[in-house]
């Protein structure tokens, strides 16, 4: 008898399945019964890959090779782990007794494409049926195997999929290579990538347009009158407000806001010592709970609370899931549950109800039995291929620290949800003083409902203000007036980037597009992260602790694109004008050439825009810096910085770095600028390193690296310096040097000591402070952006080593649960280092940090 293969999304989703079904034995990565062979992918597998004779990795990025359009497409594993888990599911497509194939990848457009694309590089002919699961739980997955799909009510949607790829791919690809073709021009070395993309580039248009604002943003000043009441039962503060304040397209008009000073003044003087009456309105209000989690919001959360990254907070819900399986699936969109999940969130409680922190607030909820159904978290409507982030049933183990923190989170909102709403007494007070109004606000918490849950009383919360009697008067001891000035936009952290990103279908005016993007956004909660993390690697935007800026790179781009008239990707109407024609492909009203027709015309016309575009050397911004050759005025265009009276020049781009014209006037000023990075050497790696404009003119990297005008000749001027501390190694003075701290008696012709340590070390940047602490002390603070020559971001401390070099210590791993004691060979602990991916400990290994790593190593760490 045949048996049919189930091919699941991801592990934990195959695992599922095979405890609903049961009678399952497992052999390694699947599971085989007398009727089934389960297996699962584990995500996407497959990537597109054009045909050996249209790769564009084969050509050079020139227009001569553009567009690229392939008849068909390949694909192609994208790594070697997918590779390994291919191979095991093509040996059970191909299994003779394996007589047809039940697809049970996740419900939505995504998991088709993941199953379509291994069905395609299967090349099987094997019948196919569909398992379309809304929930997880055991008997709605045995309901779904008994009313299986057939494949073809399944077509419509797996076009759609496809299409969304190819496109993506398609405009990716051939915006990338025009962009870079045509800003070669400007690069010094002539190779300067510029990626493009239909949701990378709508979210640094994002960015930079918040930033322009903020560039031409011109402070105005207003004044507030704030004053001090008086009454019987206390004292009370108020702010003058226009009771006939109409709203303006001026955003900065508020009805508090005063534009004159002398007006300010004559406020506050003619109530100063007067007497006030009183009227006030009080009223309940309620607030609920925030929703129950998805990926963009406990992205967003985690960066507010933590300072978390997108990234790391993918990277630990992912964690949480797969390793502690504690959390449920994180790549979600949706923010409620099934509607049949009441029993498995009463079970959750149960477990939470042994948890030390959690325990009075699940005791709580199940007493009062306010599990109930309830469409604001349970909605089959708001399900889409997976449900809101909850924790399981599990108890947590072995979390450390930023796990925890996490864990905590979405444990917290899942108690929150389900306990009533916080209940208020909100008081409004006006008080008139001669014609003039104050307004003051007072709340009452009377009754904390889920605010409890993060440990909120009714006395934290509550803004009480004292009783005034009727008709009572209230004194004005104190009435001033107090200047202000308008505060420019804030820039975009990631919190408020992927709010932005979840909501940019409002930029959209066209009424279908904007409605087809309602419930997308751009990119998914699966790749924002990955989108931000892009944009930061090709130097399109710097992290500047919370705040992310875009760089000069991200302004010409938009500036280039604008100029061609290639103004549909730089906006979300792209990807509305796309999710509207893929929702009419998914119903059957459009066909998949129709719409991979359009796309071809599409890309078509992106590179000819491209192509044949101009962009004049007009100067639009001036240096701040005069010529160093001749004094002159030096400005900036598209390609260069230009001096206006002589011929220097300076191209924008140096490897893969364009200059911003701070950094063009630092360096004209002081002949010297750095450590920075962003900079990518032929081989695409990317490194750090301070620049020298010489007596020539030109530029020249200094990777801290010993310097022959220095050392041979006449010793550098520290006369008007700091020292940063004591040498370890002779006990003289260090000072920061060009890209380096360097020993007083290491410079100079006379040099009788050799201590040099750069400014930047594997991508960190050393700063004054941290040198200062690790002369003084032996060692800096924890520093968390190193990169490994395989291009992976570690911690680590600086240390002193007792032969005056510098070194690294790294953090010492909190212990798990301890094992029973066995023998250790040194080779054991090796292999269990890599298996965790963790730096040898500080007291095994010490690596050298740039104190004595020789010229050329000193630039392959870089």
Same mark, same amino acid.
């Given at each position: 008898?045949?048996?049919?293969?189930?091919?699941?999304?991801?592990?934990?989703?195959?695992?599922?399945?095979?405890?609903?079904?049961?009678?399952?034995?497992?052999?390694?990565?699947?599971?085989?019964?007398?009727?089934?062979?389960?297996?699962?992918?584990?995500?996407?597998?497959?990537?597109?890959?054009?045909?050996?004779?249209?790769?564009?990795?084969?050509?050079?990025?020139?227009?001569?090779?553009?567009?690229?359009?392939?008849?068909?497409?390949?694909?192609?594993?994208?790594?070697?782990?997918?590779?390994?888990?291919?191979?095991?599911?093509?040996?059970?497509?191909?299994?003779?007794?394996?007589?047809?194939?039940?697809? !049970?990848?996740?419900?939505?457009?995504?998991?088709?494409?993941? +199953?379509?694309?291994?069905?395609?590089?299967?090349?099987?002919?094997?019948?196919?049926?569909?398992?379309?699961?809304?929930?997880?739980?055991?008997?709605?997955?045995?309901?779904?195997?008994?009313?299986?799909?057939?494949?073809?009510?399944?077509?419509?949607?797996?076009?759609?999929?496809?299409?969304?790829?190819?496109?993506?791919?398609?405009? =990716?690809?051939?915006?990338?290579?025009?962009?870079?073709?045509?800003?070669?021009?400007?690069?010094?070395?002539?190779?300067?990538?510029?990626?493009?993309?239909?949701?990378?580039?709508?979210?640094?248009?994002?960015?930079?347009?918040?930033?322009?604002?903020?560039?031409?943003?011109?402070?105005?000043?207003?004044?507030?009158?704030?004053?001090?009441?008086?009454?019987?039962?206390?004292?009370?503060?108020?702010?003058? +407000?226009?009771?006939?304040?109409?709203?303006?397209?001026?955003?900065?008009?508020?009805?508090?806001?005063?534009?004159? %000073?002398?007006?300010?003044?004559?406020?506050?003087?003619?109530?100063?010592?007067?007497?006030?009456?009183?009227?006030?309105?009080?009223?309940?209000?309620?607030?609920?709970?925030?929703?129950?989690?998805?990926?963009?919001?406990?992205?967003?959360?985690?960066?507010?609370?933590?300072?978390?990254?997108?990234?790391?907070?993918?990277?630990?819900?992912?964690?949480?899931?797969?390793?502690?399986?504690?959390?449920?699936?994180?790549?979600?969109?949706?923010?409620?549950?099934?509607?049949?999940?009441?029993?498995?969130?009463?079970?959750?409680?149960?477990?939470?109800?042994?948890?030390?922190?959690?325990?009075?607030?699940?005791?709580?909820?199940?007493?009062?039995?306010?599990?109930?159904?309830?469409?604001?978290?349970?909605?089959?409507?708001?399900?889409?291929?997976?449900?809101?982030?909850?924790?399981?049933?599990?108890?947590?183990?072995?979390?450390?620290?930023?796990?925890?923190?996490?864990?905590?989170?979405?444990?917290?909102?899942?108690?929150?949800?389900?306990?009533?709403?916080?209940?208020?007494?909100?008081?409004?007070?006006?008080?008139?003083?001669?014609?003039?109004?104050?307004?003051?606000?007072?709340?009452?918490?009377?009754? #904390?409902?889920?605010?409890?849950?993060?440990?909120?009383?009714?006395?934290?919360?509550?803004?009480?203000?004292?009783?005034?009697?009727?008709?009572?008067?209230?004194?004005?001891?104190?009435?001033?007036?107090?200047?202000?000035?308008?505060?420019?936009?804030?820039?975009?952290?990631?919190?408020?980037?992927?709010?932005?990103?979840?909501?940019?279908?409002?930029?959209?005016?066209?009424?279908?597009?904007?409605?087809?993007?309602?419930?997308?956004?751009?990119?998914?909660?699966?790749?924002?992260?990955?989108?931000?993390?892009?944009?930061?690697?090709?130097?399109?935007?710097?992290?500047?602790?919370?705040?992310?800026?875009?760089? #000069?790179?991200?302004?010409?781009?938009?500036?280039?694109?604008?100029?061609?008239?290639?103004?549909?990707?730089?906006?979300?109407?792209?990807?509305?004008?796309?999710?509207?024609?893929?929702?009419?492909?998914?119903?059957?009203?459009?066909?998949?050439?129709?719409?991979?027709?359009?796309?071809?015309?599409?890309?078509?016309?992106?590179?000819?825009?491209?192509?044949?575009?101009?962009? #004049?050397?007009?100067?639009?911004?001036?240096?701040?810096?005069?010529?160093?050759?001749?004094?002159?005025?030096?400005?900036?265009?598209?390609?260069?910085?230009?001096?206006?009276?002589?011929?220097?020049?300076?191209?924008?781009?140096?490897?893969?770095?364009?200059?911003?014209?701070?950094?063009?006037?630092?360096?004209?000023?002081?002949?010297?600028?750095?450590?920075?990075?962003?900079?990518?050497?032929?081989?695409?790696? #990317?490194?750090?390193?301070?620049?020298?404009?010489?007596?020539?003119?030109?530029?020249? +990297?200094?990777?801290?690296?010993?310097?022959? %005008?220095?050392?041979?000749?006449?010793?550098?001027?520290?006369?008007?310096?700091?020292?940063?501390?004591?040498?370890?190694?002779?006990?003289?003075?260090?000072? =920061?040097?060009?890209?380096?701290?360097?020993?007083?008696?290491?410079?100079?012709?006379?040099?009788?000591?050799?201590?040099?340590?750069?400014?930047?070390?594997?991508?960190?940047?050393?700063?004054?402070?941290?040198?200062?602490?690790?002369?003084?002390?032996?060692?800096?603070?924890?520093?968390?952006?190193?990169?490994?020559?395989?291009?992976?971001?570690?911690?680590?401390?600086?240390?002193?080593?007792?032969?005056?070099?510098?070194?690294?210590? +790294?953090?010492?791993?909190?212990?798990?649960?301890?094992?029973?004691?066995?023998?250790?060979?040194? %080779?054991?602990?090796?292999?269990?280092?890599?298996?965790?991916?963790?730096?040898?400990? !500080?007291?095994?290994?010490?690596?050298?940090?740039?104190?004595?790593?020789?010229?050329?190593?000193?630039?392959?760490?870089?």
């Amino acid at each position: 008898m045949g048996k049919q293969l189930i091919i699941a999304e991801k592990p934990s989703v195959a695992a599922d399945i095979a405890r609903a079904l049961g009678g399952f034995t497992r052999h390694g990565d699947y599971y085989e019964n007398d009727r089934y062979v389960l297996c699962s992918a584990v995500g996407h597998l497959l990537e597109l890959q054009a045909p050996e004779e249209h790769d564009p990795r084969s050509g050079r990025w020139t227009f001569r090779h553009l567009p690229v359009i392939p008849p068909q497409f390949d694909l192609a594993p994208i790594d070697d782990k997918s590779g390994s888990r291919l191979s095991l599911l093509l040996r059970l497509i191909k299994r003779k007794d394996v007589t047809g194939i039940i697809n !049970a990848c996740d419900a939505g457009r995504e998991g088709e494409l993941i +199953f379509r694309y291994i069905a395609q590089y299967s090349r099987t002919a094997k019948p196919i049926e569909r398992l379309w699961l809304q929930s997880m739980m055991p008997a709605a997955i045995r309901e779904g195997f008994a009313s299986l799909r057939p494949n073809k009510e399944l077509l419509a949607l797996a076009d759609a999929a496809r299409c969304r790829s190819e496109a993506d791919w398609l405009v =990716g690809i051939n915006g990338t290579r025009a962009m870079t073709a045509f800003n070669n021009r400007i690069s010094e070395s002539g190779f300067y990538k510029t990626t493009v993309g239909r949701v990378q580039t709508p979210t640094l248009a994002i960015l930079v347009e918040r930033e322009e604002r903020i560039r031409s943003f011109r402070a105005r000043d207003y004044w507030e009158v704030h004053t001090r009441f008086t009454a019987k039962a206390g004292e009370y503060a108020g702010r003058w +407000f226009d009771p006939q304040f109409k709203k303006e397209d001026d955003t900065e008009r508020k009805p508090e806001r005063l534009w004159s %000073a002398t007006q300010a003044e004559a406020v506050a003087a003619a109530c100063r010592g007067k007497t006030g009456t009183v009227s006030e309105e009080t009223k309940p209000s309620s607030q609920l709970s925030p929703l129950l989690f998805d990926l963009t919001s406990l992205q967003r959360e985690a960066n507010g609370r933590f300072g978390f990254s997108a990234k790391t907070t993918l990277s630990l819900a992912q964690a949480l899931y797969e390793r502690h399986k504690v959390l449920t699936y994180p790549r979600t969109d949706s923010r409620a549950l099934p509607e049949d999940y009441l029993g498995t969130v009463k079970k959750a409680m149960d477990m939470l109800s042994g948890a030390r922190d959690y325990a009075p607030h699940a005791k709580s909820i199940l007493k009062n039995g306010w599990v109930k159904p309830n469409k604001r978290v349970f909605d089959n409507a708001k399900v889409s291929d997976h449900f809101a982030i909850i924790p399981t049933l599990l108890s947590p183990k072995h979390l450390h620290e930023a796990e925890h923190k996490l864990y905590d989170l979405v444990v917290r909102r899942f108690l929150a949800v389900f306990h009533p709403a916080a209940e208020y007494l909100q008081t409004t007070r006006i008080t008139t003083v001669g014609g003039h109004h104050f307004k003051t606000d007072g709340r009452i918490l009377q009754n #904390p409902g889920w605010l409890r849950v993060y440990g909120k009383s009714a006395q934290d919360e509550s803004e009480n203000l004292p009783a005034v009697a009727a008709d009572e008067k209230v004194g004005v001891p104190e009435a001033n007036a107090v200047a202000n000035q308008t505060k420019p936009p804030a820039r975009y952290t990631e919190a408020t980037l992927l709010s932005a990103m979840e909501g940019a279908g409002k930029l959209v005016e066209d009424d279908e597009l904007r409605a087809a993007m309602e419930a997308k956004g751009l990119g998914t909660p699966a790749t924002r992260a990955a989108i931000i993390e892009g944009l930061i690697y090709e130097d399109y935007m710097h992290r500047n602790n919370k705040e992310l800026v875009p760089t #000069p790179k991200a302004f010409s781009l938009l500036f280039a694109l604008k100029h061609f008239g290639v103004t549909e990707i730089t906006s979300p109407e792209l990807t509305g004008d796309w999710e509207y024609k893929l929702k009419l492909m998914e119903s059957g009203r459009l066909r998949r050439g129709e719409f991979m027709d359009h796309i071809e015309q599409v890309t078509r016309d992106l590179v000819d825009r491209i192509k044949d575009g101009d962009i #004049p050397d007009t100067a639009y911004a001036t240096v701040e810096a005069p010529c160093p050759k001749c004094g002159g005025v030096v400005q900036e265009n598209y390609r260069k910085f230009q001096c206006q009276s002589c011929d220097l020049s300076l191209w924008k781009v140096t490897a893969g770095r364009e200059w911003a014209p701070e950094e063009i006037a630092e360096l004209i000023t002081k002949r010297f600028v750095g450590p920075l990075t962003g900079f990518r050497s032929r081989m695409g790696r #990317p490194f750090a390193a301070g620049v020298r404009l010489t007596d020539e003119h030109r530029l020249e +990297f200094d990777f801290g690296q010993a310097r022959s %005008a220095d050392e041979t000749g006449n010793a550098p001027d520290f006369s008007g310096q700091e020292s940063v501390g004591a040498c370890p190694k002779c006990g003289a003075r260090v000072f =920061g040097h060009g890209a380096a701290y360097v020993c007083e008696k290491a410079v100079g012709p006379a040099r009788s000591c050799d201590f040099r340590s750069g400014k930047m070390i594997l991508q960190q940047p050393i700063e004054h402070m941290q040198m200062q602490k690790l002369l003084a002390t032996g060692r800096s603070d924890l520093l968390s952006r190193f990169v490994s020559k395989k291009g992976r971001q570690f911690k680590a401390y600086l240390v002193k080593t007792p032969v005056g070099r510098i070194g690294f210590e +790294f953090e010492a791993r909190t212990p798990r649960a301890t094992p029973a004691p066995r023998p250790a060979t040194a %080779a054991a602990s090796t292999i269990r280092r890599q298996r965790d991916n963790a730096p040898p400990p !500080a007291a095994t290994k010490r690596a050298k940090a740039g104190a004595k790593l020789p010229t050329k190593a000193r630039r392959k760490a870089a």
